[in-house]
C-alpha cells in the first residue's frame, strides 16, 4: 500500500519557478501539489483553504514577502517550509524563520532530492521510503552556513563529524563548522564505503583512518592522518574493523 500523498502548495510570483519546482517534484510522487500562488495575499487564502503539509516558497516577491507571510501565520497551523530563492544571502533568517531547507534557484535536482528525504523522514519518521527505485546518489557537497554566508565543502574534504544534540560539528582542512543536520542524516546521505560510524555520535572518513590503538576493558581508539585521536566504542568495533580491512 502507498505512503498517503503529502499535500504541496507552491508560492512564487514566477510562473518558470513555479513549475521547474513541478518537474523537481516529479521523482516523487508521494507529493500531491494541491496550489499554486502568485503572491503572499493569495497564500494566506490558499493555506487557510488547502491546509498545505509543506510550502515551496519563494522569498522576494511583490507585496508582502515570504518571511512576512510566515510571520502572519499561527504557530500551530504553519506548514513545513522549503524556501527557494535565488539569493542565498537570506539563507540565515530562513533558519531562524525554522525552515526545513532552503534551495538555491536555479534547483539542482540533486539538492532537491536531499531537501525531500528531509520532509519525508519529517513526515513519516518510521516508514519513510523514497519513491524511486533506484538509489539516490550520496552527497557529494555540503553547504555549511557560517555567519551570513554559506560555505560549501566537498565531502571528500571531511575528515570527522561529530554529534551535537540535532546538530552536528563538520571537521575538515583544518576547520570545525556547526551544520544543522543530524549525525543519523548525515550517515544516511554519504557513501558508507567512505564513511563510518565509530561511536554513537561519531562519524570518520575512512581515507582518513591511520591507526587502531587497543584501550582497556576493550575499547579503542582511532588515529587519524592530521593526529587527532577518537574513541571506537565497544558497539562499533567489529563492523569499523571489517570496513577498515580486519577479517
Not at 99 to 128: C, G, N, S, T
Request: hydrophobic share 45%.
Amino acid at each position: 500500500m502507498s505512503a498517503p500523498s503529502i499535500r504541496a502548495l507552491l508560492v512564487d510570483d514566477e510562473v518558470l519557478a513555479r513549475l521547474a519546482v513541478r518537474q523537481a517534484l516529479a521523482t516523487h510522487p508521494q507529493v500531491q501539489v494541491v496550489g499554486e500562488c502568485g503572491n503572499a495575499a493569495e497564500a494566506l487564502q490558499a493555506i487557510a483553504a488547502l491546509q498545505p503539509d509543506l510550502l515551496f516558497l519563494d522569498i522576494q516577491m511583490p507585496g508582502m514577502d515570504g518571511f512576512a507571510l510566515l510571520r502572519s501565520l499561527d504557530a500551530g497551523t504553519t506548514p513545513q517550509v522549503i524556501f527557494t530563492t535565488a539569493y542565498s544571502e537570506h539563507a540565515l533568517r530562513a533558519f531562524d524563520a525554522h525552515a526545513l531547507d532552503y534551495l538555491l534557484k536555479p534547483i539542482d535536482q540533486a539538492r532537491f532530492d536531499q531537501a525531500m528525504a528531509k520532509v519525508f523522514e519529517r513526515h513519516w519518521p518510521e516508514r519513510y521510503e523514497l519513491a524511486s527505485e533506484s538509489p539516490q546518489p550520496y552527497l557529494q557537497r555540503i553547504s555549511v552556513r557560517v555567519g551570513e554566508h554559506i560555505r560549501v565543502v566537498r565531502v571528500d574534504e571531511v575528515d570527522w563529524i561529530r554529534a551535537d544534540g540535532n546538530y552536528v560539528h563538520i571537521h575538515a582542512t583544518g576547520h570545525a563548522w556547526l551544520h544543522r543536520e543530524s549525525l543519523a542524516y548525515l550517515e544516511a546521505a554519504l557513501d558508507p564505503q567512505h564513511f563510518l560510524r565509530i561511536h554513537r555520535g561519531t562519524l570518520v572518513n575512512m581515507d582518513r583512518v591511520q591507526e587502531i590503538h587497543p584501550l582497556f576493558r576493550g575499547g579503542s581508539e582511532v588515529i587519524l592522518r592530521d593526529g587527532t585521536r577518537l574513541r571506537l566504542s565497544r558497539r562499533f568495533r567489529e563492523r569499523a574493523m571489517q570496513a577498515l580491512g580486519q577479517h
